[in-house]
């Protein structure tokens, strides 16, 4: 599967952002979606996923305010930021568990 991610800018503290992956080929399911972030410096790390039962899952950081949603029909994923944070500048991806694949990310700079 390919992914194509988008929705990434620049927004000021506070501000609010939606991504959006679009998966193409055959091989895709909502419940193996994740997104990730690789910050300036740092690992990459998982953000949010929908977990191989359906349920969501959030990290700390982004706990309460970012959302991960999705659209099995269209083969999409999305991930509501909201609140948004100088510390959450960082290039987002979506990831594909099941054919391990990766979106080529999309740039979220947060800054006044």
């Known amino acids: 599967v390919q992914l194509q991610a988008s929705g990434g800018g620049l927004v000021q503290p506070g501000g609010s952002l939606r991504l959006s992956c679009a998966a193409s080929?055959?091989?895709?399911?909502?419940?193996?979606m994740d997104w990730y972030r690789q910050g300036p410096g740092k690992q990459r790390e998982l953000v949010a996923q929908?977990?191989?039962?359906?349920?969501?899952y959030s990290a700390e950081s982004v706990k309460g305010r970012f959302t991960i949603s999705g659209d099995s029909a269209k083969k999409a994923v999305y991930l509501q930021m909201n609140s948004l944070k100088p510390e959450d500048t960082a290039v987002y991806y979506c990831?594909?568990?099941?054919?391990?694949?990766w979106g080529q990310g999309t740039q979220v700079t947060v800054s006044s």
């Open positions: 080929g055959t091989i895709f399911s909502l419940n193996a």
């Open positions: 990831h594909s568990r099941i054919s391990n694949s």
């Open positions: 929908f977990t191989s039962v359906g349920k969501s």
